[in-house]
C-alpha cells in the first residue's frame, strides 16, 4: 500500500542510534554525522519506489558527502514477512545500486519509529546540528525515471543548507511503499 510522508516539524533533532549493516558491523549516528548536515533515509529492497530511485541514491550521496553532509539508509521492515528485504539481500541490493553508503538494519523498528517515518523512500535532512531541515522526496521524478534535469529536491535543499542558506519551504513528500511492521 502506498504512503506519503506525514509532516514531521522541522528543527526537530535527530534521535542518536546505533545500529548493525549486514556485515555486524554496528554504526552511529555521531559517526556518520558531516560537518554540514546528514541525511537519514529509509529504505528496504522490494519497493518499486525504492527500486524506481535506487540508482539515483549512490550519485545523490555522493555529492551531498562532497559538501560534507553524511548520508546513511536504514532498512527497518519486518524481513519475516517480507523476505526479500532480509539483511542477505541488502547486500545484493547494495552492490547492485552502487551504493556506498552504510545500509542499516533496524530489526526493532525503534529508530524508524522515532524518526516517524512511514514509508519507504523516506527521507530526513539534518542540519549540522542535526536539527531537521528537509522531510520530503529524492527528487521530481521519484516515481519513475525521469529527465535527466529533474529537480533534485533533497541534494539541492541539504547543499543549500551546507552553504548557509535555509531549506526551501516547499518541500514535496516522500510517497512509497509502507514500513511492513511486525505483528
Given at each position: 500500500?502506498?504512503?506519503?510522508?506525514p509532516?514531521?516539524?522541522?528543527?526537530?533533532e535527530?534521535?542518536?542510534?546505533?545500529?548493525?549493516?549486514?556485515?555486524?558491523?554496528?554504526h552511529?549516528l555521531d559517526?556518520?554525522?558531516?560537518?554540514?548536515?546528514?541525511?537519514?533515509?529509509?529504505?528496504?529492497?522490494?519497493?518499486?519506489?525504492?527500486?524506481?530511485?535506487?540508482?539515483?541514491?549512490?550519485?545523490?550521496?555522493?555529492?551531498l558527502?562532497?559538501?560534507?553532509?553524511?548520508?546513511v539508509?536504514?532498512?527497518?521492515?519486518?524481513?519475516?514477512?517480507?523476505?526479500?528485504?532480509?539483511?542477505?539481500?541488502?547486500v545484493?541490493?547494495?552492490?547492485?545500486?552502487g551504493?556506498?553508503?552504510?545500509?542499516?538494519?533496524d530489526?526493532?523498528?525503534?529508530?524508524?519509529?522515532?524518526?516517524?517515518?512511514v514509508?519507504?523512500?523516506?527521507f530526513?535532512?539534518?542540519?549540522?546540528n542535526?536539527?531537521?531541515?528537509?522531510?520530503?522526496?529524492?527528487?521530481?521524478?521519484a516515481?519513475?525515471?525521469g529527465?535527466?534535469?529533474?529537480?533534485?529536491?533533497?541534494?539541492?535543499?541539504?547543499?543549500?543548507?551546507?552553504?548557509?542558506?535555509?531549506?526551501?519551504?516547499?518541500?514535496?513528500?516522500?510517497?512509497?511503499?509502507?514500513?511492513?511492521?511486525?505483528?
Amino acid at each position: 500500500m502506498a504512503a506519503v510522508s506525514p509532516e514531521t516539524p522541522l528543527g526537530t533533532e535527530a534521535p542518536p542510534f546505533a545500529l548493525p549493516d549486514p556485515a555486524g558491523v554496528v554504526h552511529r549516528l555521531d559517526a556518520l554525522r558531516g560537518k554540514n548536515g546528514t541525511v537519514v533515509a529509509f529504505i528496504c529492497n522490494h519497493c518499486p519506489y525504492v527500486v524506481a530511485v535506487a540508482d539515483r541514491l549512490g550519485p545523490a550521496a555522493r555529492d551531498l558527502r562532497s559538501q560534507d553532509i553524511g548520508f546513511v539508509a536504514i532498512m527497518s521492515n519486518d524481513w519475516t514477512a517480507y523476505p526479500q528485504d532480509a539483511p542477505e539481500r541488502m547486500v545484493d541490493f547494495a552492490a547492485r545500486y552502487g551504493f556506498d553508503f552504510p545500509y542499516l538494519i533496524d530489526e526493532s523498528q525503534e529508530i524508524a519509529k522515532a524518526y516517524g517515518a512511514v514509508c519507504t523512500p523516506d527521507f530526513f535532512g539534518f542540519d549540522a546540528n542535526l536539527k531537521l531541515v528537509y522531510r520530503g522526496r529524492l527528487d521530481e521524478s521519484a516515481r519513475m525515471p525521469g529527465p535527466k534535469d529533474a529537480k533534485r529536491d533533497l541534494v539541492d535543499a541539504m547543499i543549500a543548507v551546507a552553504s548557509g542558506q535555509p531549506a526551501p519551504t516547499d518541500q514535496p513528500p516522500a510517497m512509497g511503499c509502507s514500513i511492513k511492521w511486525r505483528g
